[in-house]
């Protein structure tokens, strides 16, 4: 079978399956041809591409609604959103764990599989990178979208000041604003130094003295010399070594942003790995997500192969028990401590006014992923397309739930409150979903959305074993 | 300017034929003056060219401490000395809480490093460089390899370009041509 054959020339045992036949000029080609290509994907017109230039137009509606909802927010201030006491945190804390969760299989999949030398990484790799740089971007926005006064977020930077004042470095905000600009800085660095070889082929293949003149200033030059590769790797593997720390410290951090307050439902210490289990859930979700309609629309079947989807969907499965574990430790915890306040948070979670959303989000990332037991239905494309974008929905609703239902019931029942997500509430968190669209919409124009170099190495180094 | 003799290119199909011709000459002439040119990182290239270790890992390291030193500084001088605030007689040093920050500077700093110190190494960003006039070199970020012998191994010596051209082909390259600067 050609299938076990390629399992069996692989590097590692199980690794690369791309479809048979492929030469390293062939996977060249094919992946620039998805940017360069004349009478390629791009230019053959509405009639061909209606579903593309359709995505293409709604979602930057999308962004023009976020930027005019920002100005908007910035001038009337957060009464926009439908928080008040004692819910002061509603859909924008919700909305940024969410989207940071979502950022972190990307530099998973890079980093930490490139550790592990798990050579299937590489089909899916790239653009895992640039959904986490674009999802982590997004994240970022939100904490600053609910600033009373946006203006004055870098006050969170420690710079030299006229007033001589410092940021409160015992704080875990500002330990946030240290995490996720660094994770983004290092996102981006990561993935640019992935593409610089592309970048050069690129360069290399177009045609048009503008795409030469763009790709090769973005390409810094680039030109293969054995030197270079050997700093090249060096360095990208540093990179993936500096970068694996760095996704779980960034959704600790997150999560101590929660876990330090001493809020019935915030408090609680399985929040750092049960957040970081989460953040790759929904992460991994989402890069099934993409990769399924990607495949499909662009042809990609030999490179992003069924036992891609597989082996995502093991993942997701591996990290829906684990939040499961994190949802049954929290239930645990609060019995077993006898603590007043959080028994009721927890009863409360189960029949309160938010609790149809506790089920919800229980059938979302516990039940449903139990599906992906079986072989059959992991490798039923249409099938795992449904189950991640519930995952993706179950995800959100479980943020939601940490931070406005802890919040709507704490200590002293004469402050109670609910809270109602109002109309602009909605509109950032569709829009900034528009945003993310829109931006891989554009990535996957612009720029090779399958890593060319690891492929050629891939083809080559797989090729050999035959030989040998 | 006067054009200069960069070297003379030999162009290889497989990277197995490339890494041949490297050891074949690299045993032949220890001191010659070689250059490769490879679409991916191709495993075993450097030992045959017998590079020195890159030294990105020792700069990544050396910022990745000074980052987490100076992060943790900052946070120290910020709470002790320069503003200090006493919060229930808690010790203004206190260093737990100062881990977070210090943690993610020494990785930001060591990224940095790690990225910065490859380019500067490699003299990039470089967008001229005289290789790229060598025949069909489009293709080395494609799937050929290049190799290419510089002149000036050997002090005073002659740089006899045919014979160079010759043991090129013969060691299996396809093609093979001359490159001025």
Same mark, same amino acid.
């Given at each position: 079978m050609a299938e076990n054959d390629m399992d069996t020339t692989a590097v590692s045992a199980g690794t690369p399956v791309l479809g048979p036949g492929w030469t390293a000029g062939g996977v060249t080609d094919k992946i620039s041809h998805i940017v360069l290509g004349r009478g390629g994907p791009w230019t053959r017109g509405w009639k061909a591409h209606w579903r593309w230039r359709g995505a293409l137009l709604i979602s930057f509606s999308g962004v023009l609604v976020l930027l005019s909802a920002s100005a908007w927010l910035f001038m009337r201030g957060v009464g926009l959103f439908g928080v008040n006491m004692p819910v002061a945190w509603g859909f924008a804390l919700g909305n940024f764990v969410w989207w940071i969760g979502i950022g972190h299989a990307g530099t998973f999949i890079s980093a930490i599989l490139l550790l592990l030398r798990q050579r299937w990484r590489t089909s899916i790799n790239r653009y895992a990178e640039a959904m986490t740089l674009f999802a982590a971007g997004i994240a970022g926005l939100f904490p600053i979208f609910h600033l009373g006064r946006p203006w004055f977020a870098y006050w969170l930077l420690p710079y030299p000041n006229r007033m001589e004042l410092w940021p409160q470095w015992r704080s875990p905000l500002v330990w946030d604003i240290f995490a996720i600009s660094t994770y983004l800085l290092v996102s981006l660095l990561f993935w640019y130094v992935g593409l610089i070889p &592309?970048?050069?082929?690129?360069r290399d293949k177009a045609r048009s003295r503008g795409k030469q003149l763009a790709y090769g200033l973005l390409a810094l030059g680039w030109r293969g010399d054995a030197r270079h590769w050997q700093r090249y790797e060096s360095a990208y593997l540093l990179l993936a070594g500096l970068a694996t720390p760095l996704v779980v410290s960034v959704h600790t951090v997150v999560s101590l942003d929660f876990a330090i307050g001493n809020t019935p439902g915030y408090h609680s210490t399985i929040? #750092? #790995? =049960?957040?970081?289990a989460g953040a790759l859930f929904s992460g991994f979700a989402m890069v099934v997500t993409l990769a399924i309609p990607l495949r499909h629309y662009l042809n990609l079947r030999d490179f992003i192969t069924m036992r891609h989807l597989d082996l995502a969907a093991r993942v997701m499965l591996a990290c829906?028990?684990?939040? $499961? =574990?994190? =949802?049954?430790?929290?239930?645990?915890? $609060?019995? =077993?401590?006898?603590d007043a306040y959080e028994i009721h948070m927890t009863q409360d979670r189960?029949?309160?006014?938010y609790a149809p959303v506790y089920w919800a989000y229980i059938c979302c990332n516990v039940l449903a992923p139990q599906i992906l037991w079986s072989r059959r239905m992991r490798r039923n494309v249409p099938a795992l397309l449904i189950i991640s974008l519930v995952i993706n929905a179950g995800m959100w609703m479980e943020?939601?739930?940490i931070v406005v239902q802890s919040l709507h019931q704490d200590f002293l029942p004469s402050s109670w409150g609910v809270f109602v997500p109002s109309f602009w509430d909605w509109v950032f968190l569709l829009s900034s979903i528009a945003l993310f669209v829109w931006l891989f919409l554009m990535f996957v124009r612009y720029l090779p959305l399958i890593s060319m170099a690891e492929m050629r190495g891939l083809v080559q180094e797989t090729s050999g074993e035959d030989v040998r | 300017m006067k054009p200069m003799l960069y070297g003379v290119v030999g162009r290889f199909e497989t990277p197995q034929a490339l890494l041949a011709a490297i050891r074949t000459l690299r045993e032949q002439e220890p001191g010659l003056r070689l250059e490769a040119y490879a679409p991916y990182a191709v495993e075993g290239l450097a030992e045959a060219l017998r590079l020195p270790p890159t030294r990105v890992p020792l700069i990544t390291l050396l910022a990745g401490i000074a980052g987490a030193l100076g992060g943790f500084f900052m946070q120290w001088y910020a709470a002790v000395v320069s503003f200090p605030v006493n919060i229930g007689g808690r010790p203004l040093d206190s260093w737990p809480m100062f881990i977070p920050v210090a943690f993610e500077m020494a990785i930001l700093c060591a990224a940095l490093a790690a990225v910065f110190g490859m380019l500067f190494a490699n003299g990039l960003p470089r967008l001229y460089h #005289?290789?790229?006039?060598? #025949?069909?070199? &489009?293709?080395a970020t494609r799937d050929r390899y290049f190799l290419c012998v510089r002149p000036g191994s050997v002090k005073g010596a002659d740089f006899d370009v045919a014979r160079r051209l010759r043991q090129l082909s013969r060691l299996g390259a396809s093609d093979s041509g001359e490159v001025w600067s």
């Open positions: &592309d970048l050069a082929s690129l929040f #750092p #790995p =049960y957040f970081v829906s028990l684990f939040v $499961a =574990y994190g =949802y049954a430790s929290e239930i645990f915890t $609060a019995y =077993y401590s006898g189960f029949t309160g006014v943020r939601f739930l | #005289p290789i790229f006039n060598a #025949p069909c070199f &489009d293709l």
